[in-house]
């Protein structure tokens, strides 16, 4: 499945931003999706993810209660709702597809491009 991000940007700290990830391909129902972010310098690092039926949900414990993941598997597209964002959050974020609910980035097997997310202070 191909995968392309978009809605990232340039936010103050205590704002909202939605990322959303369209996937390509008839088998996107299939997928458990996730979340993932690099900041400058460090490594990739799980955010949250959500089974193919969108009825179980798992997140990094840095933005539980702030972030918010969802997907419409009629548009091919799955979404993440970031409220409450801090400096810290600052990252390139992708998305990936995997055949799993998990935290594991080598478990996912197609990823995008990724996009930029910025918050100032």
């Known amino acids: 499945v191909q995968l392309v991000e978009s809605g990232g940007g340039l936010v103050q700290a205590g704002g909202s931003l939605r990322l959303s990830c369209a996937a390509s391909?008839?088998?996107?129902?299939?997928?458990?999706m996730g979340w993932f972010r690099q900041a400058l310098g460090k490594e990739r690092e799980f955010v949250a993810a959500i089974t193919w039926s969108g009825g179980s949900t798992l997140y990094a414990d840095s933005v539980k209660g702030r972030f918010t993941i969802s997907r419409d598997n009629a548009k091919n597209t799955v979404y993440l709702q970031m409220n409450s964002l801090k400096p810290e959050d600052t990252a390139v974020y992708y998305c990936a597809a995997g055949r799993m609910l998990t935290m594991k980035t080598q478990l996912y097997s197609d990823w995008g491009q990724g996009t930029p997310v910025t918050v100032s202070s």
């Open positions: 391909g008839r088998t996107f129902s299939t997928y458990a």
